[in-house]
């Protein structure tokens, strides 16, 4: 168990909705990383924040917006949910001390968006 | 052309064999490459850390940098069934810059 809990493990959706998921880091990490990962294009970063501030953008569209909590947790949203979409998400955090991505990220178990 | 590159396998082999799992990178300031390990149905989990070029070794894992032909390589010796997962490369350019992972590549170790 890595710590890093995501919700909900499997999500069902249609076209056109949206959705909310939700990381809980491991206790004491500030940073927060979400990574997207389908067959065709492996893990591609998305987003990350530090105590509560966004630090690092990656790859993520515009239909897709994230946020960090005072109490650290995460929450990544998904509107106008298209086919291409569906993947899984996961959620990572870090003690990142610097604010920065370091080699000690642990992942959650991701939560796998199936759109319809 | 994506900037790291992984064989997807599948890479089947019996137990006990020698396994080479590689990448290659376009990005000349990589200088972090990471080894993840990730079960079906799991996230991944660090395996293997090493910084610029050399080799490290972990156990059974052996983990070596090339920078000069931009590859990299992770080695497992006496191969186990219950190594049998997807093997994620990483790559960054700083110690506080994003990760960018290889797509993987599925190993099955059969008994």
């Known amino acids: 168990d890595s710590g890093v809990t995501q919700t909900p493990k499997h999500l069902i959706t249609a076209t056109g909705q949206r959705v909310t998921l939700r990381c809980s880091p491991r206790s004491g990490d500030l940073s927060v990383y979400w990574y997207q990962q389908s067959l065709d294009q492996g893990l591609q970063f998305l987003i990350q924040y530090y105590n509560g501030e966004e630090r690092a953008k990656g790859n993520i569209l515009e239909r897709f917006s994230a946020q960090q909590f005072p109490d650290l947790h995460s929450e990544l949203n998904l509107s106008s949910l298209e086919l291409g979409d569906s993947a899984l998400y996961f959620c990572?955090?870090?003690?990142?001390?610097?604010?920065?991505?370091?080699?000690?990220?642990?992942f959650g178990q991701g939560t796998r968006l199936t759109v319809v | 052309q994506k900037e790291v590159e992984q064989d997807p396998g599948p890479l089947s082999v019996p137990e006990g064999a020698i396994v080479s799992l590689n990448c290659t990178y376009s990005n000349s300031a990589f200088q972090y490459f990471m080894w993840y390990r990730q079960y079906s149905r799991k996230g991944p989990e660090l395996l293997m850390y090493?910084?610029?070029?050399g080799n490290k070794e972990d156990g059974r894992f052996t983990a070596q940098v090339d920078k000069s032909s931009k590859y990299i390589s992770l080695f497992i010796r006496d191969s186990q069934p219950s190594d049998s997962a997807t093997y994620l490369c990483?790559?960054?350019?700083?110690?506080?810059?994003?990760?960018?992972f290889g797509t993987g590549t599925r190993l099955q170790v059969f008994p």
């Open positions: 090493t910084y610029s070029s």
């Open positions: 990572a955090s870090s003690a990142g001390m610097t604010g920065g991505m370091n080699t000690e990220a642990f």
């Open positions: 990483a790559m960054s350019a700083g110690i506080t810059d994003k990760l960018i």
